[in-house]
């Protein structure tokens, strides 16, 4: 998927203003100052968008009991893995669908 995909569902589903033409190592750093953000400042709007887009609570909290980690840049990179898996999954229905239609 194409980073400025990735960006704008990221944008959509958090309510942010990334611009679209950063690096994905950008993204990251950036979505990581707004997640350390939302956990000093408000952590039910944290809580919110994981739920809204739908992160593997388990896998979080796994990650998040590495003593030594920023728990905004783990966060930040479970929400991009789960932003791309969703991406991934809507285009393989849509190949399929394609595929289904050259049948008929």
Do not use: C
Not at 36 to 45: A, P
């Amino acid at each position: 998927m194409a980073t400025e995909e990735l960006i704008q569902s990221i944008n959509n589903e958090l309510a942010l203003d990334l611009p679209g033409n950063i690096a994905l190592a950008q993204l990251k750093e950036q979505l990581a100052a707004h997640i350390n953000h939302l956990i000093k400042n408000d952590f039910e709007k944290l809580v919110f968008y994981l739920y809204r887009i739908d992160v593997n609570e388990q896998k979080m909290k796994a990650m998040l009991q590495a003593p030594h980690e920023n728990s905004g840049e783990l966060i930040a990179q479970l929400i991009i893995d789960r932003q791309l898996e969703k991406q991934k999954t809507k285009q393989q229905f849509r190949n399929k669908g394609e595929s289904d239609e050259e049948k008929w």
